[in-house]
């Protein structure tokens, strides 16, 4: 019986492993209640939502009666200080769909309030769902009222795309062209206006001729005053040689520190002109910017004093640092000497930095035996996307474990799954007969 903290880790983490114990009775109702109204995904910008897959965890554990309750207190509370409102909002559709129509209010009431300045899109989805062609006209309404005040945006855009594979084009333009609200013509004469110009092509300057058009002189001006300078690292992309080797004599000469900082941006995605000794000096620095930026200049080239330093910075315990300047120094065997030196913090961020850059040296070495660092990984980083790597990584070399294959079936990231067991639709049954039930009304 799996206790109650590695239910939590294996929710936290999405691990298969929730979905296997809540098949046998065995997933912890508590911890499952809190991974329903927090959102326990490690990176909520990258990593999708796991409302689907909670759902399956509730169905298949027969928590869903039990669950609701909890789930509706968190829904009724303000949702501006809550981390986990889209996952509540996308909960609460599932919920809405069984028949519970105080969610289905709720969510009304939410896309009626806009209640979180930063997020227009907060309900919409799930009103558009669980609402129908009213809660359309509900999010259509609430749009154009906004847009008195304020320009078309890109989640406008994205609003009419929702509506458009729930209801058809033809329904919703129809709908939106003979309405009689005010607010709702509002927000479609601005949507024929944008639909007139989509059509017309805008040239964009590109990235690397807005970095071209920089001359270095701008470079070492900028590099001496208070600016963060992050531009600098396009610039060093794009930048001719001379220049860059221009900017490099000028770092070895300069005796600020600050200066010296910011210059070392210029050879982050940038081959160094040389390796000068200077450089490991800096990696010892107490600056903490620049032993950091000095070590990001390193890390992208090859050569032999490269490689003995970041052995000493591996002897020395800083293994993370190590792993950098490895990865383009690999010698059979050295996978071996990270895997005694490396020691999982306990800090989930540190941990992260630590295990992306294992897999980082992985990736670029495929000779090294990737077996139990690539299960450390999965075992340990609290990311799904870096799992979905370790996955990657053993699979290319054939050592995939029989019981990491049953998790994999049930894992919280499709790309993860999708590795072995190629599905084309992950969506939830219950969302899917709405959307066909919609559809075909509107057909």
């Not at 070392?264 to 600056?287: A, H, K």
Request: net charge negative.
């Amino acid at each position: 019986m799996p206790s109650p903290e590695d239910c939590r880790d294996a929710l936290a983490k999405g691990l298969g492993r929730a979905r296997l114990w809540a098949g046998e009775e065995r997933l912890d109702l508590d911890e499952t209640i809190q991974a329903c109204i927090g959102d326990l995904r490690y990176d909520r910008q990258c990593e999708d939502s796991r409302a689907s897959w909670i759902w399956t965890l509730l169905e298949t554990a027969g928590y869903v009666d039990m669950c609701v309750e909890s789930i509706w207190q968190a829904f009724q509370k303000p949702l501006d200080d809550c981390d986990a409102r889209q996952q509540i909002c996308e909960l609460a559709m599932r919920f809405s769909l069984l028949g519970h129509e105080r969610f289905t209010d709720r969510l009304f009431a939410i896309v009626r309030d806009k209640p979180i300045d930063g997020d227009l899109t907060l309900g919409e989805y799930e009103l558009l769902v669980c609402g129908g062609i009213e809660g359309f006209e509900t999010v259509a309404r609430k749009r154009g009222e906004r847009l008195n005040e304020s320009e078309w945006d890109w989640d406008d855009d994205r609003f009419i795309e929702y509506a458009s594979e729930i209801f058809g084009r033809t329904t919703v333009a129809n709908r939106l062209a003979h309405s009689t609200d005010y607010d709702i013509k509002r927000f479609n004469d601005q949507r024929e206006m944008r639909a007139s110009t989509a059509d017309e092509i805008i040239k964009r300057e590109t990235h690397r001729d807005r970095m071209r058009k920089i001359a270095v002189e701008d470079v070492l001006r900028s590099a001496e005053s208070e600016e963060r300078c992050y531009w600098f690292r396009g610039w060093g992309m794009h930048a001719d040689q001379r220049d860059v080797d221009r900017v490099f004599e000028h770092t070895l000469q300069c005796d600020d520190e600050n200066e010296i900082s910011r210059l070392l941006q210029v050879f982050m995605r940038r081959e160094l002109p040389r390796v000068d000794p200077i450089l490991f000096q800096w990696c010892q620095s107490t600056d903490e910017g620049l032993k950091s930026h000095a070590f990001r200049a390193l890390e992208g080239n090859t050569h032999l004093d490269i490689r003995v330093f970041g052995l000493e910075c591996l002897g020395s315990g800083d293994v993370c640092h190590a792993l950098e300047l490895l990865t383009q120094n690999y010698h059979a065997g050295d996978e071996h000497r990270i895997e005694d030196s490396l020691v999982v913090p306990d800090d989930a961020d540190e941990c992260h930095t630590l295990l992306f850059s294992c897999s980082s040296f992985l990736k670029r070495n495929e000779s090294a035996d990737a077996e139990r660092l690539a299960l450390l990984i999965y075992q340990e980083n609290p990311c799904s996307l870096c799992r979905t790597s370790a996955v990657k990584l053993l699979k290319r070399q054939v050592m995939v474990p029989s019981w990491m294959l049953d998790e994999i079936r049930f894992d919280c990231d499709s790309s993860t799954r999708e590795l072995f067991y190629p599905q084309s639709n992950q969506e939830c049954s219950l969302i899917e007969s709405r959307l066909n039930e919609l559809q075909a009304m509107h057909r």
